[in-house]
């Protein structure tokens, strides 16, 4: 009861500067480290190395944080599932599909329906104007998947992934902001996840490519590994801000990455911009400024 009550508390309030600077830095950081993992041609061999990277750099903050809160471990454990089950998803979708659809479609997707989880589980009801910033933010980044599918049609197996992505980003979402505001440490309850969250991939690599894995890996080792670093500093960032902001608001927010890796695309794989990204980005500043100036 004191968790809903406080997620409900925290919903009603306006977001404040500092988080959200930090929401918007960790969807700079997020944008990143999946262009580096788009970049890698091997999504095996890109998400293995994000993956031992997040790991490696959780390990340092489990034994210098103190250790989440034990009403937490239970929403830690489901979130671990649910991140394994979320880098299995999100690497069978960028196979699937082009990038440009099947990334903004699943993290579209993610803001609804944690709006929703946490309208009817935490008792976080959106006012008209959170509702109006989220649906702006999701509706910028749908209009991307289907104006890029008016000239590459995407398989009906790659959007039910994309999606099956999103619904999982929403589920570990909605479970790690209760299980971090029951930790009380936000360090260690990220260093816990990174390590529990992030070894499927690399394992299911080894498995299946065996001795010749770390051949595959050594060109990219560096980068790879960086991107690792960005994503656990990415998510921290993200839930610090859980603990002092709604989640539909915080997971709304977050999803301005799309438009981060819209320029990085533009500047760095020479995608260009276009109409549809220029609109997109319009309507995500346009759901930004409404959600913070309620």
């Not at 998803?89 to 329906?113: F, N, W």
């Not at 790659?158 to 929403?170: H, W």
């Not at 500047?267 to 346009?286: P, S, Y």
Request: charged share 10%; proline share 4%; aromatic share 8%.
């Amino acid at each position: 009861m004191g968790i809903v009550a406080a997620s409900s508390s925290l919903s009603s309030q306006p977001l404040s500067v500092d988080v959200l600077l930090a929401t918007l830095a960790a969807a700079c950081l997020h944008a990143t480290w999946n262009a580096i993992a788009h970049w890698i041609p091997d999504k095996t061999v890109s998400f293995t190395l994000v993956n031992l990277g997040s790991m490696l750099c959780g390990v340092p903050l489990i034994c210098l944080a103190a250790p989440p809160d034990p009403r937490s471990w239970i929403w830690l454990g489901a979130s671990a599932v649910l991140h394994l089950a979320y880098n299995g998803l999100l690497m069978a979708s960028y196979r699937l599909g082009d990038l440009s659809q099947t990334y903004p479609l699943a993290r579209g997707t993610s803001p609804l329906v944690v709006t929703l989880v946490a309208a009817i589980f935490l008792g976080e009801l959106p006012t008209a104007s959170q509702i109006a910033g989220v649906l702006l933010i999701s509706g910028g980044l749908a209009l991307l998947v289907f104006w890029g599918y008016r000239t590459h049609p995407a398989s009906p197996t790659a959007i039910r992934t994309a999606v099956a992505t999103g619904v999982m980003i929403a589920a570990y979402t909605t479970c790690d902001g209760i299980g971090v505001r029951a930790a009380g440490s936000t360090i260690g309850y990220i260093g816990w996840l990174m390590v529990l969250g992030e070894f499927g991939v690399p394992i299911l690599a080894v498995a299946q490519r065996g001795r010749g894995l770390w051949k595959q890996l050594r060109p990219y080792l560096l980068l790879g590994l960086s991107g690792g670093l960005f994503s656990v500093l990415g998510y921290g960032l993200i839930l610090w801000a859980q603990t002092r902001g709604g989640l539909a608001d915080i997971a709304a927010l977050r999803e301005s990455s799309i438009i981060v890796g819209a320029l990085i695309g533009a500047l760095l794989f020479k995608e260009g911009f276009g109409r549809a990204r220029i609109v997109a980005t319009c309507a995500v500043a346009a759901g930004i400024a409404v959600m913070y100036l309620r």
